[in-house]
């Protein structure tokens, strides 16, 4: 069963940069298409970025376009999202997953956005 695991996190002043990872287990993350989501207090789930198995396709939530970065590095099974100039709005929990076939969620990472 695939674990995720979610890390890097934390409260900036808006304008910050963070850089989140995902470690994955199992042989077939390499295959498969991720995404990070996120959940702000009171709303729903939401994707934000995708990139495909190997990496070649990338897609973002018009929200995040161009402060956004996903990447992933298939040798390590790891996922990254480098968020730059934040704000307020981007405070949620943020996870990660496949894009199909869904695994159980993580337990998200923490990011704050100070104004």
């Known amino acids: 069963q695939v674990q995720l695991v979610e890390s890097g996190g934390g409260l900036v002043q808006a304008g910050g940069s963070l850089r989140l990872s995902c470690a994955a287990s199992?042989?077939?993350?390499?295959?498969?298409?991720m995404g990070w989501y996120r959940q702000a207090p009171g709303k729903q789930r939401e994707v934000v970025a995708s990139?495909?198995?190997?990496?070649?396709?990338?897609n973002y939530a018009d929200s995040v376009k161009g402060r956004f970065t996903i990447s992933r590095d298939n040798a390590k099974n790891i996922v990254y999202l480098q968020m730059n100039n934040l704000t307020p709005e981007d405070t949620a929990v943020y996870y990660c997953?496949?894009?199909?076939?869904?695994?159980?969620w993580g337990q998200g990472t923490q990011v704050t956005v100070s104004s």
């Open positions: 990139i495909s198995g190997v990496g070649s396709t990338k």
């Open positions: 997953n496949f894009v199909t076939n869904k695994a159980s």
């Open positions: 199992g042989s077939t993350f390499r295959f498969n298409a």
